[in-house]
């Protein structure tokens, strides 16, 4: 009996501390974390209403909107000059097409056609169409001998070659193709040097492309506005790649289509109306960072920043949406239950000793553009800002982990800079969550090269140590089919923890990280 009770006695501190852990306020704030609270801002955020949340679209502008509603709501200061948006200044160098027409029908960028051309926004009137053939130039078989292409609108077949009855190349005589045909674009650029005034090309593989990219390949390039008011583009004719039937249709007034044509190759004029008005243009955007601060105590004078992008690729002309709901619905959600709760937290009487900076990243799909804005233009300094916390795609289970553990997360670069990022994030592990952490990504010779794909990189390039918080890829990784249905909310929630633990202490303890390693 007396043995009993002195074994009782020996157990009684043990079973206080864990009483104590349990019940800590760092537990309680964490387990506000909830599968609930998550599903109601990511089912919103990635619904039809926020159409994927496009840099310089409509979604896009909403998704910000919301952010910026939710740090109000939650009583974060609005640290940009009394708002909570930087505006990221943007540009678009976008190929625009505000017309294009053959023989009066008008056709649609994306649908019908793509263009490949770098040309300054000009109009383009002809009457006049020279067929000729496969547009090749070889001494063995040359469809541009008889004819001056200079100034004129050209359509060819831009794929393969001539054959002969036993389908050997007339350019090889053998089988194997030349490569005016295995080149990808050594044809077309032998026509450019001849100065036509547009090209028109054709074959299945515009088809394929077509299908597979539409729209999406009409959507110009972003980057941030360096202040260059120069018009962009070249004298350089456009290449617009037409579907076959449309082709056909244009070849209908010489009686013959493009599969005649493969099989026997001439080259001729023939009367074909284009009317076009396309070419490069400078759009200017400000898409804005979205900020909201929660001020801290003794320490409030340095920065912890929890980021994850809120845009995805939005809304294309044919009406087709990417919902972005892992990408990044997910860490866009993470950031603002962590605001939540911090706030939460804060109310109760539990500030964290640093202050903690909550940021909704603009256009990380056009190139990290908005981190990279930031960063260029802090709103709080640099030397001040002890860590970044990156929250993107959180809510999946990868193909790597599909068929075996779906408890993980990856971290990505925690000891880049600093082994004690990396030491907090596994005692945090340890203690509060346990889950396996995948560090594959972290390898030097990684082919994705994951550590530089996401916005932590850009404060990481300022010698911050930033962490990089990730679910993995999927099948459905940018496509429509990235929906709210197929995330794994128990495990998103418990990502979520994590990065509130690191967070809490990261916000809490003593010492700033230290910045004590340069691995690549």
Not at 86 to 102: A, E, G, I, T
């Amino acid at each position: 009996m007396t043995k009993n009770w002195f074994r009782l006695a020996l157990l009684l501190p043990a079973l206080s501390s864990c009483a104590v852990a349990q019940h800590s306020p760092q537990v309680k704030f964490a387990e506000m974390l909830t599968e609930e609270s998550a599903r109601k801002h990511l089912t919103t955020l990635a619904s039809p209403a926020f159409e994927g949340r496009g840099t310089g679209q409509p979604g896009g502008a909403k998704a910000a909107d919301y952010i910026a509603d939710a740090f109000k709501s939650y009583k974060l200061s609005p640290p940009v000059n009394g708002s909570y948006f930087q505006p990221v200044h943007l540009v678009r160098v976008n190929y625009k097409v505000d017309d294009f027409s053959l023989n009066g029908q008008k056709y649609t960028n994306g649908k019908d056609f793509f263009i490949q051309g770098d040309n300054k926004k000009t109009s383009f009137d002809a009457d006049e169409v020279v067929f000729i053939g496969y547009g090749i130039q070889d001494p063995k078989h040359n469809d541009l001998s008889q004819v001056d292409i200079k100034g004129k609108v050209v359509l060819l077949i831009n794929e393969s070659e001539p054959k002969d009855a036993q389908g050997n190349s007339i350019i090889t005589g053998t089988k194997k193709e030349s490569d005016w045909s295995t080149s990808r674009f050594k044809r077309l650029q032998a026509l450019v040097k001849l100065q036509p005034k547009l090209i028109l090309a054709t074959g299945e593989n515009a088809q394929e492309l077509i299908a597979r990219f539409g729209a999406r390949m009409s959507g110009g390039r972003f980057t941030l506005d360096n202040g260059n008011t120069a018009t962009p583009g070249t004298e350089q004719p456009p290449v617009v790649h037409i579907k076959p039937e449309i082709a056909d249709l244009l070849l209908q007034t010489k009686g013959t289509t493009i599969a005649q044509q493969k099989q026997k190759p001439t080259t001729f004029s023939f009367a074909g109306k284009l009317r076009a008005d396309m070419g490069l243009i400078n759009e200017k955007y400000f898409d804005p960072n979205v900020l909201g601060l929660l001020e801290g105590s003794d320490l409030k004078d340095e920065i912890v920043v929890v980021s994850g992008h809120y845009d995805h690729d939005g809304i294309m002309p044919d009406g087709t949406i990417f919902p972005g709901a892992d990408d990044n619905g997910s860490g866009t959600t993470g950031v603002l239950e962590l605001a939540r709760v911090f706030a939460e937290a804060k109310k109760e009487g539990y500030t964290p000793r640093r202050s903690l900076l909550f940021i909704g990243l603009a256009a990380e799909e056009k190139g990290l553009l908005g981190s990279s804005f930031y960063t260029a233009n802090p709103i709080f300094p640099l030397a001040n800002t002890v860590a970044c916390l990156n929250l993107d795609m959180i809510g999946r289970i990868d193909d790597k982990h599909l068929n075996g553990n779906h408890n993980y997360i990856h971290a990505i670069g925690t000891d880049k800079l600093s082994s004690e990022l990396k030491q907090i994030t596994e005692k945090a592990n340890k203690d509060f969550v346990g889950m396996e952490i995948d560090y594959m990504y972290d390898d030097p010779k990684d082919p994705m090269k994951l550590y530089y794909r996401s916005d932590h990189y850009n404060f990481a390039q300022k010698g911050i140590p930033s962490a990089f918080f990730f679910s993995g890829l999927h099948p459905h990784y940018h496509t429509p089919e990235d929906t709210v249905d197929k995330i794994d909310f128990p495990m998103m929630v418990k990502r979520e923890k994590l990065v509130f633990h690191i967070l809490w202490e990261i916000a809490n303890r003593a010492e700033r990280l230290k910045v004590d390693s340069n691995k690549q």
